[in-house]
């Protein structure tokens, strides 16, 4: 064992890395049809007595229903008998996670707190979903666990204690409920004139959690949000953001195939042992060879390097001259990151002409360095500050929080 393994797997054990126990799901007592494959379908339906030459037509049926439709209840897939329908309804649902809480901003930007069923001594598994409306795209911001148990100095998802990972049905029913939410299901034939272009035309996993902690149910969900007779999004328009968890990247690259974010936000192994504790077990060099070989990358399918713009901390023009040359080859582009703080954050965000002057020497070298617009602030829907209401924030925090989002 290194050196550096070791000394991260003491920290892994003194809690520094990764804190906090994962609770585990409890299923309910009808299971939801939401999110299962059509292998899982099919032996649903043989279980209820539909005849194997007959299962995969209405394995198609219940998927266009459920993904195209957006149907809520059994009921309304008429082209099933009705005995099917009843059979189906006697042991499934189609139960998707409810919205506990809507709030929509000035900018249009919608949030939702996701409730998940199952709680621990009182308190509801929650996560939350934002969607964020863009004159040529619609973004869904989705988690992928309740919390996090990685505990990035910067970010207030990992302040979070409560952790759980959500099943493929939880993430790609966040899916399904902005799609409720916003009326963006497929009409049936001849119904009205609404245009064929779906609202949420983009998906990014940068919600709360980490993605590459709850791989197989991210990756099958993911699967299942590109499926071409279902939602229908395609790969090349659904980002997964990871904090670096090098090992998985790979199979990010074979076994999903969407775009790749990576949140770099340092230049050096020290400074990034401080914002992003998880580079004390996969540093700066594993994580950069990691992207170099990242299976499919081209000019064309680039990773997105984020970059959270901490005033005094990473934001110097030398940081950015020595990101430019860490990156160098790596086909890519950069997402820069207002720092949003939250009540306790013990960071500032980088003086505007800072930001501008850091994302100049990043284009200078061939590199796009879009500075990411901070939506929703108002309804505290930014980036890093998801965290469900079912943390109980002090009513000062609250308040604090909310002054923070209307100043800045
Ligand atoms: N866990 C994954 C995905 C969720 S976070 C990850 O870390 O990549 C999505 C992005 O928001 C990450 O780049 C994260 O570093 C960034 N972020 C977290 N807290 C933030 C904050 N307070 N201000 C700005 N960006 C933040
Ligand atoms: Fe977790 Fe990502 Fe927040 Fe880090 S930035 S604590 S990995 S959600």
Redesign the pocket.
Known sequence: MTRAAVRADALTSLGLIEKRPLESYVAPDKPSLVGWSRAALAAALGDIGVAEPQRRMRVQQIWHWLYLRGAQSFDEMTTLSKELRAALAGRFTLARPEAADEQISVDGTRKWLVRLPGEVAGRPHDVECVYIPETDRGTLCISSQVG?T?N?S????GTQRLVRNLTAGEIVGQVLLARDRLADWQQPPGAGNRPESRLISNIV???M???LYNFEAVRDALNLVADGDGLSISKRRITL???GVVPQIPRVGTEIGVML?V?L?AVTDDVRDQLVPLNRKYPLRELLSACRNYPGLSNARRITF?Y?MLKGVNDSLADAKALVRLIKGIPAKINL??????PG?KYECSDWEQIERFSEIVFDAGYASPVRTPRGRDILAA???LKSASEKLTARERLALRAMAMTD
Do not use: D, K, R, Y
């Open positions: 996090c990685l990035c910067f970010c207030h998802t996993v940068m919600g959690g980490e993605p953001s990871t904090s974010a949140s936000h984020e959270v990151i207002p720092f949003n703080p939250w954050s980036c890093g500050q």
